[in-house]
């Protein structure tokens, strides 16, 4: 194998570790779209110790949701931009959120989704964590993504490699 062919496969396996996985297609694979993510206020009802999520379903609820975020920002991260909606008529937003953390190096990735029933979505979610260049400061990052109605979602929870 030639030092490219190396370089590219040692790629495909490193991007998923640094949290830069894209949107999931496959044949086993759920369609999900990346809305936004952010940071939680400390004293958010959505805010918890540690991992866990919450399926928004109508505009109310979506509207007490961003009262309760900090930096909610599209999925390019450039306040710039504008927020993909979500047409709640036939989408529910799915927040996934970390608890606290002890500096600005964390985020929520999702790998992917996969149906477990016919209702079910299990939504693979992942602490990613950089490395070098954080702040010391406590977070509550969280992510939000958007899936069909009328689905019972739970999550999976995974880890990338400690930054050494």
Do not use: H
């Not at 004293?43 to 309760?68: H, Y």
């Not at 504008?82 to 937003?93: G, H, K, N, Q």
């Not at 993504?145 to 400690?162: H, K, L």
């Amino acid at each position: 194998m030639t030092g490219r062919g190396i370089a590219l496969l040692a790629a495909l396996f490193l991007l998923p570790a640094c949290g830069s996985m894209s949107d999931a297609t496959g044949p086993t694979a759920f369609q999900f779209r990346t809305i936004g993510r952010g940071w939680l206020l400390a004293a958010s009802r959505f805010n918890a110790s540690g991992p866990g999520l919450t399926v928004i379903g109508d505009q109310a609820a979506w509207k007490a949701f961003a009262a309760d975020v900090q930096g909610l920002r599209p999925p390019s991260g450039d306040p710039r931009e504008p927020m993909p909606v979500v047409d709640f008529s036939s989408e529910s937003a799915v927040v996934l959120w970390l608890g606290t953390r002890n500096d600005s190096s964390y985020s929520v990735e999702v790998a992917g989704i996969s149906v477990v029933r016919p209702s079910g979505l299990i939504v693979q979610a992942v602490e990613a964590q950089t490395c070098g260049g954080a702040l010391t400061v406590i977070t509550y990052p969280f992510v939000v993504i958007a899936v069909p109605r009328g689905y019972d979602v739970r999550a999976e929870w995974s880890r990338t490699p400690p930054c050494r």
